[in-house]
C-alpha cells in the first residue's frame, strides 16, 4: 500500500506563489499516476492536475492551467505542485493521490491512495 505525506501548504497574498510537495513511502513510486486536487469548505473534492508515470504528460484543471505546473522525482519518491498566481478562489485542502489505473482524467473515485492533505489559504 502507499502512504502518501504532504507539505508546503501556507498562507500567502494574492498573487503570491507556494509549492507543494508530496512524498511516497513505497519504492513503486513509479509504476503509479499521481494527481493533486484539493477541497474548499463546502465544495466537493476537484481534480488539478495529474502526470503520469514518467512525467511526460501532464493534464490541469482549467482553472490552473498557465498558474500551477506538476512535476515529479521518481528517484526521490516525490511529486510537486509548483502554484504561481495564487488567487482567492484557490483556498483550499490540497491533497495528493495515487493510482495504478488508467492515466487519463482528473476523477477522485479513480484514485486508490491518498494523502493526509495541506491547507493553502490566500488572501486578497
Known amino acids: 500500500q502507499v502512504q502518501l505525506v504532504e507539505s508546503g501548504g501556507g498562507s500567502v497574498q494574492a498573487g503570491g506563489s507556494l509549492r507543494l510537495s508530496c512524498t511516497a513511502s513505497?519504492?513503486?513510486?513509479?509504476?503509479?499516476?499521481m494527481g493533486w486536487f484539493r477541497q474548499a469548505p463546502g465544495k466537493e473534492r476537484e481534480g488539478v492536475a495529474l502526470?503520469?508515470?514518467?512525467?511526460?504528460?501532464?493534464a490541469y484543471a482549467d482553472s490552473v492551467k498557465g498558474r500551477f505546473t506538476i512535476s515529479r522525482d521518481n528517484a526521490k519518491n516525490t511529486l510537486y505542485l509548483q502554484m504561481n498566481s495564487l488567487k482567492p478562489e484557490d483556498t483550499a485542502m490540497y491533497y495528493c493521490?495515487?493510482?495504478?489505473?488508467?492515466?487519463?482524467?482528473?476523477?477522485?473515485?479513480?484514485?486508490?491512495?491518498w494523502g493526509q492533505g495541506t491547507q493553502v489559504t490566500v488572501s486578497s
Open positions: 493521490a495515487a493510482t495504478q489505473r488508467a492515466c487519463g482524467f482528473l476523477l477522485h473515485r479513480l484514485f486508490d491512495y
Open positions: 513505497r519504492y513503486t513510486y513509479s509504476n503509479y499516476c
Open positions: 502526470i503520469n508515470t514518467n512525467g511526460d504528460r501532464t
